[in-house]
Every structure is written in C-alpha cells, then in structure tokens.
C-alpha cells in the first residue's frame, strides 16, 4: 500500500483530498502544520508528499527544500500562486509537479493515480545503462544515477525525465512527448515546466551546462540524449 503524506491547513480541504485518497486503497497521513508535516516525513518513508505552500507556521517552499535535502520522494505542490514565475519556482525548489487551487479532489486522486501506475509500468525494467565508458551510469530498477562514480541527487520526476532520453539517444523527443510521458495526458501545466527540470538536470550531470553533452537541445523541437554507450 502507497504512503501518502498531506500537508494542508484548510481542514475541509485536507479532509476531501484524504477521503478520496484512503476511498482508491491509499494509506493516508495528515498534518494542518508544516513542521508536524516535516515530523512525519523525518519518522516514515512516504512515496507521495501533498504539499501546500501557504502554511501558518513554515513556509511550502522551505518544507520542500528540508525534505529534498534529504529524501527523493515524489512531491506534489498545492498552490493558489498562479504566476508562471511561482510554479517555476516551486520546481526548481524540487517540486515534481503542482497544483493551482482552487481544484476538485477527483483531479487529484486522478494525478495520484496516474503516477503511481507510471512507478508500476516502469519497474523491473533490469536495465543499468552505461554512457561515454561509465561515467555516467543510470540504474533502472534502483532508479540511482551515478556520474565519475559519485551518485547524483535527481528527484523523480527528473530521473524520469532522463531515464525516457537516455533510453532514446539520438532521437528528438518533443516537450509534448515527454510532458504526456512522465507527467501523464492529463497534466494541464505549460511547456516550461519540463524546460526547468531539464535545467536542473544540467546543473547535476553536465560539465559545462552551456555546452551540454548528454541532454542537447533542438532549436523548436525539443530535446535529445547525446551520450554515447
């Protein structure tokens, strides 16, 4: 059974989200407080945080950056900041994907779903991949990339991301493609999302970020792998 934490102060949100939730067969925890919610994460390993970022006590933002610090689990974001720039930030923090309130809880069980059948589909692959002589290696079933031997700390949605190029070197996968296969049809966010996740993935595995080598860019079409094995 998927753990589930929510971490929402509105009680009559949190009591939807979670009733939906524990209604799919989901083992759900509640805080209406950030640092209880930080309590929880530090006590049990979670396979899906439900993050708001409008807390009385600790900011979202900085709830986020304490459990990525420590942790790769998949973190959703609850937000009434609908500016483009807010969400941006909100990924860059390590948010996997976000929500802009106000939403229905059917919308988020819907997503919950959807993620959880991706975890599923893309199990016992057995595939550890090995890119330009073992410098870079990425490990399917442990879902771990290590780049010069030394493991590199890519949230979920980012080892998704590069898992699905390195797994098509060479061919160009379009923003849309890769939205529709990591974060699922349904995603409703903007094209840049998946630009700030590539971003941050540069930053981890490239040498030189301007000049990358392993996720390239093509100019209006998208992006594609350039290691070689």
């Known amino acids: ?18 009733a939906y939730l524990r209604k799919e067969g989901y083992e759900v925890y509640t805080a209406e407080r950030g640092y209880k919610g930080l309590e929880y994460a530090e006590e049990i390993d979670f396979d899906l945080i439900i993050l708001d970022l409008m807390l009385p006590d600790i900011s979202g933002e900085e709830i986020c950056k304490r459990i990525r610090s420590k942790s790769n689990t998949y973190i959703f974001m609850l937000t009434a900041k609908s500016s483009l720039e807010e969400r941006i930030r909100g990924l860059d923090l390590g948010a996997d994907e976000y929500l802009v309130k106000p939403f229905s809880p059917r919308e988020i069980v819907a997503r919950v779903n959807a993620l959880f059948r991706r975890i599923k589909d893309e199990g016992g692959s057995g595939n550890i991949i090995s890119f330009n002589n073992g410098e870079l290696i990425i490990d399917h079933d442990k879902r771990e990339v290590r780049l010069k031997n030394e493991e590199v700390a890519l949230t979920p949605i980012e080892f998704d991301i590069l898992s699905i190029l390195s797994s098509n070197p060479g061919i160009v996968l ?4 890769l939205i529709d296969r990591v974060l699922g049809p349904d995603f409703e966010g903007v094209d840049r999302t998946i630009d700030v996740h590539i971003k941050n993935i540069r930053k981890k595995i490239e040498e030189d970020t301007k000049n990358p080598s392993y996720i390239i860019t093509v100019f209006k079409l998208g992006y594609k792998f350039g290691g070689g094995q």
């Open 174 to 177: 379009t923003r849309e493609t």
């Open 1 to 18: 059974m998927n753990k589930i934490l929510i971490i929402e102060d509105e009680p009559s949100v949190l009591e939807a989200i979670s």
